[in-house]
């Protein structure tokens, strides 16, 4: 097993970033516990120890921790079928002890929603990491700013860069703060705001960030209420008029040199299917941008964008 205890008062990574975690060996991990956070999603806390469901094998095991690299995602099996697999992004820090947590949408006819459903503590899912399942490393490139475009339970990957850029003691821990001048603009799109996931968390991040995190929500359901503290709330969906209003200044005057060119800005996205097709084309799809998306028009180029 891939996962170290660590050993000192402060977590250890487990891993330097250039291997995948488990090299794409499964183990299967038990879990200790769930929480239902919106009518169709729920989050599962699984041990990082294979006996982890006994709890006083889990105390023993607490200095246990995942530490995958950022950001990365795991694959994910039902112990008697790893050919259904689905990959699913931590939201728990890589530092966490003897823990992990992963937010799972339950889509009416989705198999592995089920699996998820019918799980009952100690139960075990299966977890590997390959090396496509490897994304941006922190500390991504070290552009100036970074434009995450998110929809649904896309947040996650956001989520674990932001962690790493604006958590407590993550630089401690890292031994590192290289992206400590990195500024993020993340427009975030939900149907209501009962269906904005880690909403309290995003909110502290950008309170905890000194002004370089700007957080979005735009909801699809036409009742936008006031601002929260530390955030924006829009009306209507993410599309190149919600982008380049929000990010104007990043853009268009930041964001360019003096021939107009884009310059020191990446854009993340990650969604459904139709988020990708309106924002920057399929996800599957790495030419060039096609005509008619949202982030062409705006003048970025396909090396501007990661697909997540």
């Known amino acids: 097993l891939a996962v170290a205890a660590a050993s000192s008062p402060a977590a250890t990574p487990i891993s330097d970033g250039s291997r995948p975690w488990l090299d794409g060996h499964s183990t299967a991990l038990p879990l200790l516990s769930k929480k239902r956070v919106s009518r169709d999603t729920v989050r599962y806390t699984f041990s990082t120890n294979p006996n982890g469901s006994d709890e006083r094998q889990h105390q023993s095991s607490s200095d246990l921790t995942l530490g995958i690299p950022v950001c990365s ?8 079928d790893e050919s259904l697999t689905r990959p699913y992004t931590p939201i728990s820090s ?6 992990f947590e992963l937010l799972v949408k339950h889509y009416p006819d989705g198999a592995m929603g089920r699996c998820f459903a019918q799980l009952r503590k100690g139960d075990c899912m299966m977890f590997r990491q390959i090396p496509k399942n490897i994304k941006e490393l922190y500390p991504f ?7 995450m475009l998110a929809a649904g339970t896309g947040i996650t990957p956001m989520y674990q860069a932001l962690q790493r850029l604006f958590g407590p003691d993550e630089d401690r821990l890292d031994g590192g703060d290289e992206g400590n001048d990195i500024n993020v603009i993340l427009l975030y799109g939900s149907r209501t705001k009962r269906d904005i996931y880690l909403r309290k968390e995003l909110s502290e991040m950008a309170k905890r960030s000194g ?10 359901d036409g009742k936008v209420k006031a601002n929260g503290e530390h955030e924006v709330v829009v009306d209507g969906m993410i599309t190149k008029g919600v982008i380049a209003l929000m990010t104007h200044e990043e ?7 003096s021939r107009g060119r884009r310059k ?3 854009v993340w996205v990650c969604g459904p299917p139709g988020f990708y097709s309106a924002l920057c084309g399929p996800r ?5 941008l096609p005509r008619g998306c949202a982030l062409r028009e ?7 964008v990661v697909k997540f």
Do not use: N, Y
């Open 211 to 220: 002004h370089r995190l700007k957080v979005v929500h735009a909801l699809s």
């Open 251 to 257: 853009i268009f005057r930041r964001g360019t040199d």
């Open 298 to 304: 705006l003048g970025f180029r396909v090396e501007d």
């Open 264 to 266: 020191d800005c990446k």
């Open 94 to 99: 890589r530092h966490t002890r003897g823990q």
């Open 73 to 80: 995602c795991l694959l994910v099996s039902p112990p008697d």
């Open 284 to 288: 599957e799809d790495d030419g060039p």
């Open 141 to 147: 490139g070290k552009p100036k700013t970074i434009i």
